[in-house]
């Protein structure tokens, strides 16, 4: 690949320099340098995953862990089964605790330089092009787990030194990788949500200056507020921006009826995905830039019936996509059985050991996406009947109270406990047990979901 091959924008399209259109189409390595719960088995964050790990295993054999893991999860082989199934992107979203201690803010750290660029190679070596994604930012961008947050508040736009901390990780991105065509650009920052709508704007334009000062040669991905659904905090477009957008149906979520057909009380169709869609794109089919849906995808698991449903929803979205000319990432290539292109083996060392917790996380719904709160309605039902009678008009941007709920009573007062009797699914593994329960997300040890590669191999050689 020659420098001709940097992507820029040019109008609605992404092109190389030498003009050649090209249309971003992949998959994320969701629950990789960002782990996620319900990709992983695990209950709470990331970096409450990490600390009961440590306490389970030891610094030795816990480090041992890790360490084959993030080199397993993304390997040669799973580059070469994306490629072959016509995509030519992976988003990489990471999280800024491989980079940077909190106990010594502004120090980079080597080892997750390594572990980025040994994924970067590997995708390149295969034709595909990278994006890194900045799921969790120093101090958290949103109020979700998904940026390793354990608490309900989004502390980035509250400190100048969180985000100061995330100008200077941007900042070096663009130093290690402005001479790298196989990266196709940077995602600032992953679902943002700035409540106030104040501080968002400056820090985009903050990180805007800060990456182009060292690297032109690269584009920017930028979501909007509100998790990637707002744009009103832009007036114009930014020259070589590509304005992206996340769409997950409701009757995709793990409480989602079959499609079409009524989820909660909005009956969804084609209809009403395309009128979504253009909601959120309007920004970008105005000013005619690029668009980019960079996360989309249903949940697998659940009634069969209604998950059978859920690829037809899919279909419509990549057929709507299509008509748009727009780039697209489905979340995710791989992960425990929820949303996985591939999924792990059932009955693999991995899932065998956390099979007790993770039924009991299922069983009280201590996971926001992939658990359902029917066993713990006894619970839940009188907190929300006592926020419909107290407190009637009280919402979370952008969501209502059902979801304010949900974070702090079971992803946080439940996920507490769950996450340290997970820790402890893993203690006295040897070190030769610690590598087999790596081993256990190697490509050759999982399950590939053969409707969706089947649909993802066909929808890619469709042309915009």
């Known amino acids: 690949m020659t420098d001709e091959n940097f992507l820029e924008t040019d109008g609605p399209r992404i092109v190389t320099r030498s003009g050649r259109t090209v249309t971003l189409k992949g998959t994320a390595l969701g629950g990789w340098m960002n782990m996620e719960n319900y990709s992983t088995g695990y209950a709470g964050t990331e970096s409450q995953l990490r600390a009961e790990l440590h306490k389970a295993l030891g610094e030795e054999l816990s480090a041992r862990f890790f360490d084959r893991w993030l ?17 030519n992107c992976v988003r990489m979203p990471v999280n800024y605790r491989h980079f940077e201690d909190d106990a010594k803010p502004f120090e980079m750290k080597e080892s997750g330089f390594r572990v980025l660029d040994r994924a970067i190679e590997r995708a390149a070596r295969h034709g ?38 995330v100008v200077h990780l941007w900042e070096e991105m663009a130093r290690r990788y402005r001479d790298n065509p196989w990266v196709a650009g940077y995602n600032l920052l992953n ?45 114009d477009a930014w020259p070589n921006t590509v304005y992206a957008f996340h769409h997950y149906p409701r009757n995709g979520w793990i409480d989602g009826g079959e499609y079409p057909g009524t989820t909660g009380d909005t009956f969804i169709d084609r209809a009403l995905v395309e009128k979504e869609l253009l909601e959120r794109t309007a920004f970008m089919r105005e000013r005619e830039v690029p668009i980019w849906l960079g996360e989309f995808g249903p949940v697998y698991v659940g009634d069969e019936r209604i998950v059978a449903t859920r690829y037809e929803m899919l279909e419509h979205q990549f057929e709507l996509l299509a008509e748009h000319g727009a780039s697209w990432s489905m979340f995710t290539y791989k992960d425990v059985g929820a949303m996985g292109l591939v999924y792990l083996d059932p009955q693999s060392p991995y899932m065998r050991r956390i099979r007790p917790v993770l039924e ?16 713990i309605r006894d619970v839940m039902a009188p907190l929300e009947h006592l926020f419909a009678t107290e407190f009637p008009d009280f919402s979370w941007p952008p969501f209502s109270a059902d979801i304010w709920l949900r974070t702090l ?56």
Do not use: M
């Not at 595909?128 to 109020?143: E, F, K, S, W």
């Not at 501080?199 to 690297?215: K, S, V, W």
């Open 191 to 235: 679902e943002p949500c700035d409540v106030e709508g104040k501080t968002i704007g400056p820090l985009y334009e903050r990180l805007r200056d800060a990456i182009l000062a060292i690297d032109p040669n690269h584009l920017l991905f930028v979501e909007g507020n509100f998790y990637a659904r707002d744009f009103t905090i832009f007036d």
């Open 71 to 87: 080199d397993v999860f993304f390997a040669d082989e799973d580059a070469e089964l994306l490629a072959s199934l016509g995509l």
């Open 128 to 165: 595909l092009y990278t994006v890194i994604d900045l799921h969790a930012a120093p101090g958290h961008q949103n109020q979700q787990w998904h940026s390793d947050n354990p608490t309900h508040v989004a502390f980035l736009w509250e400190h100048r030194h969180f985000q100061d901390r």
């Open 409 to 464: 009573v079971r992803c946080t007062v439940l996920a507490q406990p769950l996450v340290e009797e997970f820790g402890r699914c893993f203690e006295g593994a040897t070190a030769a047990e610690v590598e087999s329960l790596a081993d256990s997300f190697l490509l050759e040890n999982c399950v590939r979901r053969e409707r969706l590669a089947g649909l993802l191999d066909r929808v890619s050689r469709w042309t915009p």
């Open 360 to 375: 009991k996380k299922l069983r009280l719904g201590a996971d926001f996406w992939v658990s359902r709160d029917d066993n």
